[in-house]
């Protein structure tokens, strides 16, 4: 039985074991989550809301306790694991308690008149055994929110949370003991690649992976071969885009945040500035002076919390080497040579960075900003889209007219006006991105229906005999010819349509 040891990475301090997963169990733990499907689904929303509304209170009477621990398992600021872990999964908790039955009940549909007479409408039937697979950054929210979105329509599910934060995986499965919910229909299964790999293999309904584009990949694979439907959260390498006209104070401080938030490993952090030529060197002055503010730490008054895992350490550093090696000019920040050996990486402000450059190009995922100055809208925009990433994206103009019309131009999933990171926030709009930053969306309507398959049901009363459609077709042919021309026809022509359809009706 294989231990692994939860240690803090901002102090090395051991805080926990979690004893991982058997390969041999999770054949066992598909047999246990397919049998708790039949009894779940079976469920009425109303009766598997409760399990959430338990889970919910639950939360928010622990929430102290689940803030210090996430803190603990990532070295994330006291205050980013409750506004930016906690608060989305209680939001989004609560969002689904108020909308999932109106959002997963039947939805009428449109009878076309060529129908008359029939029904329509869609069902959301669950889809089985869901697989969630969740990454390091937020541990929390990026296991929860899907996992209650796929809970609510009546699947079953299995958690793989990432090895990287095991401890807060173990919490996770606490909190849902403690709600009460039946045994299988929510499992965890704790451990590294191998368990992800396993879980894959053994054809789950649904895959929800949310981590790096290298294992997306692998995981569509997989998938693929058994056609097992997926969504695929990726990574991002976000544009923010600065115009002459903007709040350049507020622009400011909200570049910094985009930047440095949670260390920079957010998947939709600022990865990309671009500031409008004329105001480049005093954004660039108010920027460097927002961040000599910064206090890193984990505390409750820090700011800049320690990187997660120490592979990210050596992604972000090698990113920052490349920059300067190429000519990037080091604005602000420390050389990576001299770091010190510690998961705290101070902020780093890079300008004269180009897109031949790691840092340009690829997703850095730690507190860097590279600074680059454009002179029109056109070419912010071909800046902003020469990416093969698109989850994210910001615009900042007090010309809202503006900011609409670059906003619908940006190849994104998502895009936020004088404002950044927060549309993730609204539990009512859809998340996820566009080229390899991923398939599918959750959070909103999507996110509940994406758990679903849409079936459709067509209904008839069944009092009439038979239908003109059907057999024989003897003597029919011309009928529904001139049927089908009079109602397509333009407009349409009423008198010789209803002859030819009184017509069928008596064949
Ligand atoms: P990140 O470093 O951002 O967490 P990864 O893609 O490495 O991104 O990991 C995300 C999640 O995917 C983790 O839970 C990890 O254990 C899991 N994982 C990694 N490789 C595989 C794989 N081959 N199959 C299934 N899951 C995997």
């Given amino acids: 039985m294989a231990v692994r040891i939860a240690e803090n990475p901002a102090t090395g301090e051991r805080i926990g074991e979690i004893v991982e997963t058997d390969l041999d169990m999770i054949r066992d733990m598909y047999e246990k989550a397919r049998k708790s499907f039949e009894m779940w689904s079976s469920l009425s929303i109303d009766e598997r809301l409760s399990y959430l509304k338990r889970l919910k209170a639950l939360m928010v009477e622990e929430m102290d306790a689940i803030a210090k621990n996430i803190s603990l398992d990532t070295g994330k600021v006291l205050t980013e694991a409750l506004v930016a872990d906690i608060l989305p999964t209680v939001d989004s908790l609560d969002y689904i308690i108020k909308r999932a039955k ?23 039937m669950p889809r089985g055994v869901v697989l969630v697979i969740s990454p390091w950054n937020y541990p929390l929210q990026l296991s929860v929110v899907p996992v209650i979105s796929a809970l609510v329509s009546g699947n079953t599910v299995i958690l793989k949370p990432s090895e990287v934060t095991p401890f807060v995986g173990k919490c996770i499965e606490e909190l849902f003991q403690k709600a009460g919910f039946p045994e299988g229909v929510f499992q965890v299964a704790h451990g590294g690649k191998e368990v992800g790999a396993k879980l894959t293999e053994e054809k789950p309904d649904f895959i929800f992976f949310t981590g790096s584009v290298k294992t997306g990949k692998i995981i569509q694979k997989v998938a693929a071969e058994h056609l097992i439907p997926t969504a695929l959260e990726l990574g991002g390498k976000d544009p923010f885009i600065v115009f002459e006209d903007a709040n350049l104070e507020r622009a400011a401080k909200g570049a910094v945040w985009a930047a440095f938030t949670n260390a920079g490993q957010v998947c939709m952090s600022a990865e990309r500035i671009f500031v409008e030529k004329s105001v480049y060197e005093r954004f660039l002055e108010l920027v460097k002076k927002e961040t000599e503010k910064l206090v890193q730490g984990t505390d409750q008054d820090a700011d800049v919390g320690s990187m997660t895992s120490a592979m990210q350490v050596d992604i972000v550093k090698s990113h920052v080497k490349d920059a300067l090696k190429k000519g990037a000019k080091l604005e602000l920040g420390v ?6 050996d510690s998961m705290f990486v101070k902020p780093i402000i890079l300008s004269g960075v180009s897109k031949d450059m790691d840092i340009m190009s690829e997703e850095t995922f730690g507190p860097v900003m590279p600074i680059v100055p454009f002179e029109t809208e056109d070419e912010v925009i071909r800046l902003a889209n020469d990416t093969e990433f698109g989850l994210n994206a910001s615009v900042w103009t007090k010309d809202l007219k503006k900011a609409r019309r670059v906003a619908s131009r940006l190849v994104s999933g998502a895009v936020t006006i004088n404002e950044a990171l927060v549309s993730v926030a609204n539990p009512d709009l859809p998340f996820g991105g566009v080229k390899a930053s991923g398939i599918g969306r959750y959070h909103g309507e999507e996110g509940l229906r994406l758990f679903c398959h849409d079936k459709a049901i067509l209904l008839d009363r069944g009092i009439l005999k038979k239908e003109v459609q059907w057999y024989p077709y003897k003597g029919k042919y011309q009928d529904f010819l001139r049927l089908l021309q009079s109602y397509f026809r333009s407009p349409r022509a009423w008198i010789p349509f209803l002859q030819s359809f009184l017509r069928l009706l008596k064949k």
């Fill in 102 to 124: 109106s959002i997963l009940s039947p939805q009428k549909r449109k009878t076309p008149l060529l129908l008359i007479g029939k029904k329509s409408y869609v069902e959301y």
């Fill in 335 to 340: 050389n990576p040579d001299e770091w010190p």
